[in-house]
């Protein structure tokens, strides 16, 4: 069984920075993308940042996203943090079981990020 968990989350004051990571886990054949989305509070999940590299115009130069291939792990580092960047994260991962070698969407089950003003 496949499961994505991350860490990382927290408070933290505007201007600040946290670096959000998760790992998958299971019966992993290939991954084939990684990403991460988030859904404020009443609000639609939207996309943060994937790879390959592409990211939402409101974090773009402020978030990095980068993968350990051999760890299975992505990451998001989170610089001048906003408090419009307050959401819970997710993150999300496109991956074939070492299984059956089916190809499912996976999703970790979420991390709280707070921007204090």
């Known amino acids: 069984q496949v499961q994505l968990v991350e860490s990382g989350g927290g408070l933290v004051q505007a201007g600040g920075s946290l670096r959000l990571s998760c790992t998958a886990s299971g019966s992993i054949f290939r991954i084939n993308g990684m990403g991460w989305y988030r859904q404020p509070l009443g609000k639609e999940r939207e996309l943060v940042a994937s790879t390959p590299t592409r990211y939402a115009d409101s974090v773009q130069g402020r978030f990095t996203i980068f993968r350990d291939i051999a760890k299975n792990t992505v990451y998001l580092q989170m610089n001048s943090l906003k408090p419009e960047d307050t959401a819970v994260y997710y993150c999300?991962?496109?991956?074939?079981?070492?299984?059956?070698?089916?190809?499912?969407?996976?999703w970790g089950q979420g991390t709280q990020v707070t921007v204090s003003s």
């Open positions: 999300n991962a496109y991956i074939i079981d070492g299984r059956h070698f089916n190809g499912y969407d996976y």
